[in-house]
């Protein structure tokens, strides 16, 4: 029977809160759920994604009763598991049982430390300096790979036979990546027309069922959300509190690469808000089994065009608005962030700020990260110019530790990297191609002109 058989059989009648009809459900009563807003208690042997009794958002409840010493992560795990930069903090996730992961040996990313790109956010070198993050070294090259392995090895454990997303761009191709790792199908709504060709590329050749909405995202998650509350189709979207709780391992790794001492500040973009909400956690967990003596602030920076979590935060949180989205970081173009109050919660617990930066300062901000040859998406560099901003504003301190999460590969966007050097209103200093005759003579004419130009 086809995965998708399921759709037809359960249509119309299939309550949020479903029994599981895994065989591990047993196992999964050890996992704990919990509404952020009742604070009702939800079981996790079933697809709940929000409270079913107030729609609030659900956290997993991982426990921090003792303490954990560094030299303890990572012990008593299979090789497959020490091998994921996830799985390796088992400790910290919740309990799914092994036979039901999904792991693709994600993590595992690089912390580069850069004195030119230090120089550019306005930051001391020698006293601090900006360290990169870089999720594109992910299998799907961004960091969705790291929620979307808990997501989707939940989804299996329950016996869950469709996930879906809907998504602008990465998530999309890290569910189909995943989907078709766990021999699940895969359901994706984008936006139609506003992802890129690489994302996209990545989302069908994985094979995953792709569905182009007459919309933006905010209307596309909105349509999914109907569709999952009322079928039997599991949505892996970042309200999915399974999601949020493999992203909190950007954090748990880029900690342990420093040795367990927490930078001053770690900055990152903001679209919809799962992972400003999964960093925050993240802190408050290592903290609290003392991996970590201090919780550095965290910085979320949205682009000006998509900034309804920086206009809240600068209303003292006292207004919250939707807006229309409209940015060229397609991975932050989001106008009603579905994370907005757990996203809020880790502002507070860290002392930290959200602030805007232009389009110009994003691709501005994209061209020095790629110019020292690390390279990343434009939402990424949304880190950069943040940061960048927030010391010209003297809220980060010149001398301070700033690790900025650069969330997606350069390859993901190749049209903006055309756009930015070829266009035709190609930026100041943009690195076009020179086209010759196949001749030494006119090959010897660009050294000379690169010498003296
Ligand atoms: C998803 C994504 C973001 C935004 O993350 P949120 O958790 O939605 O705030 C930023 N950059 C890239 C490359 C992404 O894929
Ligand atoms: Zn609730």
């Not at 020490?82 to 595992?108: D, F, H, K, M, Q």
């Amino acid at each position: 029977m086809s995965a998708w058989a399921v759709v037809e059989k359960r249509r119309g009648r299939y309550p949020i809160g479903r029994p599981s009809v895994g065989a591990d459900a047993a196992e999964l009563a050890e996992i704990r759920i919990r509404c952020m807003g009742c604070g009702a208690p939800h079981a996790a042997g079933v697809a709940v994604t929000v409270c079913p009794r107030c729609g609030g958002l659900l956290d997993v409840e991982v426990s921090l009763d003792a303490k954990i010493r560094p030299e303890e992560i990572g012990q008593g795990l299979s090789p497959t598991l020490r091998n994921s930069g996830v799985w390796r903090y088992r400790a910290l996730l919740p309990a799914i049982p092994e036979s039901a992961i999904v792991t693709r040996a994600e993590g595992n990313t690089p912390l580069f430390w850069d004195d030119r790109l230090a120089q550019y956010a306005g930051l001391t070198a020698e006293a601090g300096g900006f360290g990169v993050k870089h999720e594109g070294h992910n299998p799907t090259a961004s960091f969705k790979d790291r929620g979307m392995t808990v997501g989707v090895s939940h989804a299996k454990a329950i016996g869950a036979r469709i996930v879906a997303c809907a998504s602008t761009g990465n998530t999309s191709a890290s569910l189909a990546s995943y989907a078709a790792a766990a021999g699940m199908a895969g359901l994706v709504l984008i936006p139609e027309g506003k992802i890129s060709g690489g994302k996209l590329g990545q989302t069908i050749a994985y094979g995953a069922r792709v569905v182009q909405v007459q919309g933006d995202f905010d209307e596309a998650l909105a349509l999914l959300r109907e569709l999952t509350a009322s079928h039997e189709v599991y949505l892996c979207n970042s309200v999915n509190p399974f999601r949020m709780e493999g992203q909190k391992t950007i954090v748990f790794e880029l900690l342990e690469q420093l040795g367990w001492n927490a930078p001053d500040v770690i900055a990152l973009p903001g679209g919809n808000l799962g992972n400003t909400a999964a960093v925050g956690k993240a802190l408050h967990e290592a903290y609290t089994v003392g991996l970590i003596d201090r919780v550095p602030r965290v910085a979320t920076i949205q682009a000006e065009g998509a900034a309804p979590f920086a206009a809240y935060f600068a209303s003292g949180w006292d207004e919250y608005a939707p807006v229309h989205a409209e940015t060229i970081a397609t991975a932050i173009n989001i106008g009603n962030p579905a994370s907005t109050p757990r996203a809020r919660r880790t502002i507070e617990q860290t002392g930290g700020i959200v602030t805007t930066v232009t389009d110009a300062e994003i691709m501005d901000a994209k061209a020095a990260i790629d110019r020292v040859g690390i390279g990343c998406e434009p939402a990424s560099a949304a880190s950069l110019a943040g940061t960048r901003r927030l010391v010209a504003e003297g809220v980060i301190a010149p001398d301070a530790t700033v690790v900025g999460i650069v969330t997606g590969h350069l390859l993901k966007d190749t049209e903006s990297v055309v756009a930015y050097h070829l266009g035709d209103n190609a930026a100041p200093g943009a690195n076009r191609p020179v086209t010759i005759p196949a001749t030494l003579a006119a090959l010897e004419q660009v050294l000379a002109d690169a010498l003296h130009g």
